[in-house]
């Protein structure tokens, strides 16, 4: 057993399936420019598959043995990621602390919010020629995020729960593009590597993903696990961030 200090496990949960994941495919098919949705994206909720996915994954949380059960959530503060944490504790019936963390929370997309693909290259041509030059990872949208501001960000978060979390179980719920950037910060992958992981992977919702602490550094065990809904016939549903504007 590894004695290094800090969490002896991560459990990464995306957020079950939100209105803005919905807006976003029903925008693409349509080949519309922008997501017809009211909500800011903090405040983006759960769709009723989505609360759907979230009990089944406490049903999971709950068949986990009481000495492998996470002992403290922390979670990304827009609605989609607390709705999912909530209604998986409450299908558990697991009682932890819940910790609310602003740098879980989803990429920011600046002037390129609530548009599509199509809508980028129509109405911001000179962004989408510059996304297409820089690549996926340092491309920053004006007023938002690169998906490297976003590992920036988690580095601090992570060095946080090495300090709080020593010895402890953590369950971080949150968002796709988040669950892949924890796994390149913490096992070192290069640009290249970490988005031919998400190409052969993704993040669905409602997955799981489980990083142990090793004498080595971190392994993990399980990505993209969504077996459990699969036990309970819930729907399972696979909107990727490939985009950068899905919810």
Not at 13 to 33: F, K
């Amino acid at each position: 057993m590894s004695t290094a200090s800090g969490a002896s496990r991560l459990v990464l949960v995306r957020h079950g399936e939100s209105v803005g994941n919905l807006a976003a495919a029903a925008a693409e098919r349509a080949g519309a420019d922008v997501l017809e949705i009211e909500t800011r994206d903090a405040d983006t909720p759960l769709s009723e598959r989505g609360t759907a996915q979230a009990r089944a994954l406490g049903a999971w949380l709950a068949a986990v043995p009481r000495a492998e059960r996470p002992d403290v959530v922390w979670c990304s503060p827009y609605l989609r990621a607390r709705q999912t944490a909530a209604a998986a504790l409450d299908a558990a019936g697991v009682d932890v602390p819940v910790r609310l963390d602003e740098r879980l929370r989803d990429r920011e997309l600046g002037i390129t919010d609530r548009l599509t693909s199509r809508g980028i290259a129509h109405l911001f041509p000179d962004e989408a020629a510059r996304r297409a030059l820089l690549g996926k990872f340092y491309y920053r949208p004006p007023g938002g995020e690169s998906w490297a501001d976003v590992a920036l960000r988690l580095r601090s978060f992570l060095a946080d729960t090495e300090r709080r979390e020593d010895g402890r179980r953590v369950l971080v719920v949150t968002h796709d593009a988040v669950v892949a950037l924890v796994r390149y910060v913490l096992e070192g992958l290069t640009e290249e590597g970490l988005f031919e992981l998400v190409r052969a992977h993704g993040v669905r919702n409602a997955s799981v993903s489980i990083i142990d602490r090793a004498d080595e550094g971190w392994r993990t065990s399980s990505f993209d696990d969504v077996a459990h809904l699969a036990e309970l016939d819930v729907p399972i549903t696979r909107h990727e961030g490939d985009t950068d504007h899905v919810r």
